[in-house]
């Protein structure tokens, strides 16, 4: 479902974020990728929905070459991958509801199809009681379940989750790994960008380890997972 081929990125200033990266993710898989800050975590989601280019190599998502897809390709593969950013990027004047809401009026869904599919998405993150609060009255853990609610309103075929648990305690941790867990068991492939250690313990899934750009380790020893 998602190939990286020879993939390297190096960056104007000379920092090589990725060197040359090798990476099969099947659909269906839970895939958690773990490594220090600087590994090249954030840049191989980044290659993969085109928000940055490789100086090498190429990167397919369901067999379609990511470089060769114009603008409209590019706004059909960003539907097909939900992104969960660690700084959340809700909108503060926006309530639970129409946060999400706003992402299905973007690409165009009728009101009725809002109406619809907004309460699932809430009730899937566990949400469904704060519909009328404003983010500024969420907890952080709630933060991220509406920003992982975000993400998963236009069904996306993948979730891609980067530092879900960046800024919370290891409850919240915990209520964070088992959404996404519900959500890969719904049939999304999940993919986790992650520096914390306790998160793979939580998971059940493939690990691939990172450090500086190129991949160390992959396997499915997760709980007794070293890097």
Known sequence: MIKFDQVSKLYPNSCLAL?????????????????????????????????????EGQIYFDGQPVLDMNRRQ????????????????????QTVYGNVAYI?????????????????????????????????????GEKQRLAIARALIHQPEVIM???????????????????????HQMGTTVVIATHDKDVIAQTEGRVVAMDEGRIIRDDYQTRNFVF
């Not at 960003?78 to 909108?91: A, E, T």
């Not at 989750?161 to 959500?183: H, M, Q």
């Open 19 to 55: 060197d040359n990266i090798t990476l099969e993710i099947k659909q269906g898989e839970f895939v958690t990728i773990v490594g220090k800050s600087g590994a090249g975590k954030t840049t191989l989601i980044k290659l993969l929905i085109r928000e940055e280019i490789p100086t």
């Open 161 to 183: 989750a980067d530092e879900p648990s960046g800024n919370l305690d290891p409850y919240n941790t915990w209520d964070i790994i088992e959404v996404l867990n519900k959500i």
């Open 74 to 93: 590019i706004c059909q593969l960003r539907q097909r991958i939900g992104v969960v950013y660690q700084d959340y990027k809700l909108l503060p004047q």
């Open 104 to 140: 299905l009026s973007v690409i165009g869904a009728s009101d009725a199809e809002i109406a619809r599919d907004v309460p699932r998405a809430l009730e899937i993150v566990g949400l469904s009681s704060k519909t009328d609060d404003f983010p500024s009255q969420l907890s952080g």
